[in-house]
């Protein structure tokens, strides 16, 4: 059985109750990252989560909120006295920036207790896996966005598949990508009013996403990077887009920072 953990669900912009979107993956006792915002080192604290079982960031693309604590994270694992290597993955436009984050405080070379940071730049070709072992499958598909960013799927031993668009525009390649999942978590920055915004920034709104949700058919859909502090509240996003089918399974769940989902 994996466990998805929302470490924050908000957009750019977050709020009294929403950190800007990370979240943690679990199979098995070992741990990924799914991109790097507000306070990840307290948050593995308050969760009980040894830190040693982090084993795998992954960025999606180099937009501030989705990389902004990163050398916070690897600062506080050194402090701590971590030995065990830390494995990150990303595209080049974001290793760039990871490289940029890391040596603007030399956290790839501190004189002492110095833990191996690998890095593995991803090649950006659909569906690229990315990592296999015991504990789950990690392929990766580029999306359409302001800057090259890329959806996650992984899959668990048990076979459940769990997809994260990240940020995107509409694109067919999210579609073939997420086909059918057990989960799909998608973004959904605007109400369907931002049509504007969402094609200028290359997001989604209300819309897109109801037509998106549509398309991929997945088992359980949940929608992420969606502040309540912007113009349309969370309950008016989900009253956009509305029902997907009959049954409570085919309602859009909109999970809450620090909630743990059960695959």
């Known amino acids: 059985m994996g466990r998805v953990i929302f470490l924050g669900t908000g957009s750019a912009l977050p709020s009294e109750t929403q950190d800007n ?11 990924l990252m799914i991109d790097c915002s507000g306070t990840p080192y307290r948050k593995l604290l308050k969760l009980g989560v040894e830190r040693d079982r982090l084993e795998h960031i992954l960025i999606t ?21 971590r030995d065990l290597p830390l494995h990150i993955y ?10 940029t984050l890391l040596d603007l405080w030399n956290l790839r070379s501190r004189p002492v207790r110095q833990f191996q940071i690998e890095l593995h730049s991803l090649a950006g ?18 999306m359409v966005h302001a800057v090259p960013s890329v959806a996650t799927k992984i899959t668990f031993p048990d076979g459940k598949t769990f997809v994260y668009s990240s940020d995107t525009a509409p694109c067919k390649q999210l579609v073939e990508f997420a086909k059918g999942v057990d989960y799909v978590l998608m973004e959904c920055t605007f109400c369907g009013d931002d049509e504007g915004l969402a094609e200028v920034t290359l997001h989604l709104n209300s819309n897109q996403y109801r037509e998106l949700a549509h ?6 859909t949940l929608l992420i990077h ?35 989902l059960e695959l």
């Not at 979107?21 to 741990?31: Q, V, W």
Request: glycine share 4%.
């Open 21 to 31: 979107t990370s979240l943690l993956i679990e199979s098995n006792g070992s741990y």
């Open 61 to 81: 693309h180099h937009h501030i909120d989705h990389i902004y604590a990163l050398p916070s994270l690897i600062e506080c694992l050194w402090v701590e006295g």
């Open 90 to 99: 990303a595209l080049p436009s974001a290793m760039k920036a990871v490289e």
């Open 125 to 142: 070709y659909e569906n690229e896996l990315i990592l296999q072992n015991i504990n789950f499958t990690i392929r990766t598909s580029p």
């Open 215 to 220: 398309s991929i058919a997945a088992n359980n």
């Open 226 to 260: 969606h502040s309540d502090v912007t113009a349309c509240p969370h309950v008016e996003v989900l009253q956009e887009i509305g029902p997907l089918g009959n049954g409570h399974k085919k309602m859009v769940y909109l999970p809450h920072d620090m909630e743990i």
